[in-house]
């Protein structure tokens, strides 16, 4: 089959991070080409439903190469969309690859290829710059209506009552916790992303769990609830309690990341509670429900484990790949309680009602797991750039 280009640009103007959020949420498989003036050969970034799988400059190749693709700056773009035969070798989430690449590039890891404007990619995340998560296209099946904030305008009240949900069609807003010590800012949400998760908002009584408030002027997308009830109520039981599990995950990282923002102490201890579950060495393909006891979630911090999360009994534990849906086990490592006992999922029965799902779905439940990435990237930056990493037992 002949490759066909689907899309052409220049990264002066649409940055890689931006790109890759743009691949990644239509699914799209194939072959992106990148061509710099600054270097001799183009380079290559191998998509899967999605999700890099590889890449290669000259003799570069794998995360190495995709890493060093974010310092180009003045380089053009080709999107081929062609089937894609390369083994798997970059296994990490697609936003936690855009996180760490934007991260070494901010720490001078990576060099800059291409006049460097200064100009800040809107996808990054520092101790004072907010990380912006963007979704895919929009689609208008499920869109009823429209409204336009004005910038500043509180969107979402914190503990108040509501169950509409919006996507983003123009603009950017701020998620904001609010605390007794003040406002913590969280992330940003731009264009293609929900306001609302998507479990939350189909529970009886839901009250939110933050503030959100327009920057600039923002035109929202009033999602039709009917519609989305209808089909998420079809989905099992085994299916719907993996989305409120990644909703707890979403909740339990942004009560971290909102301490962190307010100069609390971080959770990094010098060792690990429990027993090693698992990690990207052993069992990386496990996941799986507790059924009792508990599993604990810790990442690397330079030399010591910051706790992300309490897993406890209706949690899923690892990864489900084509959702991008945990940490584990090659962002994290998973240890576990001496009483755990766990159940087994089937991944081909969540992956044949995933693959049935409206495009429009599949981006709601996308956007949790994105949001899951993009909030962990930012605790670890508020930590790292702050230098909290004394923890400790």
């Not at 743009?22 to 290559?44: A, C, M, N, R």
């Not at 027993?275 to 030399?303: H, M, P, S, W």
């Not at 309680?337 to 995933?354: A, G, K």
Request: net charge negative; proline share 3%.
């Amino acid at each position: 089959m002949n490759p066909k280009v689907v899309l052409k640009g220049s990264l002066a103007f649409l940055g890689l991070a931006e790109l890759l959020q743009q691949l990644g949420g239509g699914g799209s498989t194939g072959v992106l080409k990148i061509i710099s003036d600054w270097t001799e050969t183009p380079g290559y970034i191998y998509l899967k439903n999605g999700s890099p799988v590889d890449a290669e400059y000259g003799k570069i190749n794998g995360i190495d190469a995709l890493n060093g693709f974010f310092g180009w700056r003045e380089a053009g773009f080709e999107f081929m969309e062609e089937d894609v035969s390369r083994e798997v070798v970059i296994k990490k989430g697609r936003m936690e690859l855009i996180l760490d690449g934007l991260r070494m590039v901010d720490e001078g890891l990576i060099p800059i290829l291409g006049a460097d404007d200064n100009s800040e990619d809107k996808t990054s995340s520092g101790p004072n710059q907010l990380p912006v998560l963007k979704g895919p296209v929009v689609d208008y099946v499920y869109v009823v209506d429209e409204e336009v904030f004005e910038d500043g305008y509180e969107v979402v009240a914190q503990n108040r009552f509501g169950n509409w949900f919006w996507v983003i069609l123009e603009g950017m807003v701020e998620v904001v916790r609010i605390l007794p010590e003040g406002p913590a800012p969280i992330l940003r949400l731009g264009e293609g992303s929900f306001i609302g998760s998507i479990v939350s908002f189909l529970r009886e009584g839901n009250t939110r769990s933050a503030s959100i408030y327009a920057v600039g002027r923002v035109q929202l997308g009033v999602i039709d609830s009917e519609l989305v009830a209808r089909e998420y109520s079809a989905l099992s039981d085994i299916f719907q309690n993996v989305l409120i599990s990644l909703d707890k995950r979403m909740k339990q990282l942004t009560d971290i990341c909102a301490g962190l923002a307010m100069d609390q102490s971080a959770p990094v201890v010098s060792r690990c509670n429990g027993k090693l579950f698992i990690d990207k060495e052993l069992n990386e393909e496990k996941v799986c429900f507790i059924k009792r006891g508990q599993a604990f979630v810790y990442t690397k911090v330079r030399d010591q484990h910051l706790h992300l999360l309490t897993l406890e009994a209706g949690d899923l534990v690892g990864q489900i790949s084509f959702l991008n849906s945990a940490h584990e086990p090659h962002c994290a490592q998973v240890y576990v309680s001496e009483n755990i006992d766990v159940q087994p999922l089937d991944l081909d029965h969540v992956q044949q009602q995933y693959d049935a799902l409206s495009r429009t779905l599949k981006n709601m439940i996308h956007n949790i797991t994105n949001s899951i990435s993009v909030t962990t990237g930012r605790i670890h930056d508020l930590i790292t750039y702050a230098g909290r990493t004394e923890g400790s037992d």
